[in-house]
């Protein structure tokens, strides 16, 4: 038990506790985690248990700890705001971790960065280069050659077709298809179901099938 892996998850709504799931089913095929708990802002879960889990404190917690031992993932959907929790854990002296669920395919030529969440029935296939922060969810893949920037969200059922970049902080919606080849800026929304079929500028939203595009104020 000593060498188990000392998880904390940073966020404990609804993406935090399928984290739990996919953190359980990779113990299941190799015991390396121990989940000790979650971190969350809001003060009135604090002390209660989710999925089984205590929720320990809020960021602060980490002030009034020792946390060289400590592995962190953050389990907050918003690109922003994950970055922002991943630059304040940076001067706590955390440790970040990947989770991968055992039910992903990927090829040997994937890259993939530090706290990441990779979850079940995603399909990552060859010279990919996924950052740090970024979350895959359910059923999505990504094809050859490809760039995932830091903090980008990629919602279920996303398909996203070969020499795509993604920039960072970017949020894709569920069930969106994209074009080979195109360029979808940092800092951009995309809703649910759009299919996206060109270059899409920093700062934007998009939506629709076509996906069309509107900048974000």
Request: proline letters at 2%; glycine letters at 12%.
């Amino acid at each position: 038990m000593n060498n188990l892996k000392k998880i904390i998850i940073v966020g404990a709504g609804g993406f935090g506790r399928e984290v739990v799931w996919t953190i359980q089913d990779c113990n299941k095929i190799s015991k390396t985690y121990s989940i000790e708990g979650f971190i969350d802002e809001n003060k009135s879960l604090i002390g209660k248990k989710i999925s089984g889990i205590p929720v320990l404190g809020n960021l602060d917690w980490f002030k009034n700890n020792n946390n060289s031992d400590i592995f962190c993932v953050i389990s907050i959907s918003d690109g922003k705001a994950r970055e922002r929790v991943a630059n304040f854990l940076k001067t706590q002296n955390v440790q970040f971790v990947t989770i991968i669920h055992p039910s992903v395919i990927q090829s040997k030529s994937v890259t993939v960065g530090t706290g990441c969440v990779i979850q079940a029935g995603v399909v990552l296939t060859v010279d990919l280069n996924i950052g740090d922060h970024v979350h895959i969810n359910f059923h999505s893949s990504i094809a050859h050659d490809c760039i995932i920037d830091d903090f980008v969200t990629i919602s279920p059922g996303t398909k996203i077709n070969g020499n795509t970049l993604v920039g960072r902080r970017t949020d894709i919606g569920t069930g969106v298809v994209m074009k080979q080849g195109i360029k979808i800026g940092k800092d951009v929304i995309v809703g649910a179901g759009s299919v996206l079929i060109k270059d899409i500028p920093d700062d934007s939203f998009c939506v629709g099938v076509p996906g069309q595009i509107k900048k974000l104020n």
